[in-house]
């Protein structure tokens, strides 16, 4: 499994961006995609997670409302738009894999992710 993310960039507050994961290398519904940000000096943390089997989704409750992950299955490709961004958005996003066994299930507190993206850096600023 390879994951491939992009779309992030400079953009100022209040503005949006849309980012993606692109999978390969799998194309079972057994896992659940997790987006994870690290801003400097700060503990990385899950933004949101999808499960592959039947698309249960959860937020960190600082983007809830404001990010929506969804996912293209016919690109294998999973996207976290962003909205209404805010300076404490910064930092470097990753999606990232883990093996469910095709249950209903995703977990942003989850940090066993077994195959990472490089990263996509987000850039909140005036």
């Known amino acids: 499994v390879q994951l491939q993310a992009s779309g992030g960039g400079l953009v100022q507050p209040g503005g949006s961006l849309n980012l993606s994961c692109v999978i390969s290398g799998h194309n079972k519904d057994d896992y659940f995609i997790g987006w994870f940000r690290q801003a400097p000096r700060k503990q990385r943390e899950g933004v949101s997670c999808?499960?592959?089997?039947?698309?249960?989704?959860h937020y960190l409750s600082s983007v809830r409302g404001r990010f929506i992950i969804s996912r293209d299955k016919a690109v294998n490709t999973y996207y976290l738009q962003m909205k209404n961004l805010t300076p404490d958005d910064s930092g470097w996003y990753y999606c990232a894999w883990v093996y469910t066994g095709g249950t209903s299930w995703c977990d942003v507190t989850y940090f066993g992710m077994t195959v990472w993206g490089q990263g996509t850096q987000v850039t909140v600023s005036s």
């Open positions: 999808m499960a592959s089997s039947d698309g249960t989704s």
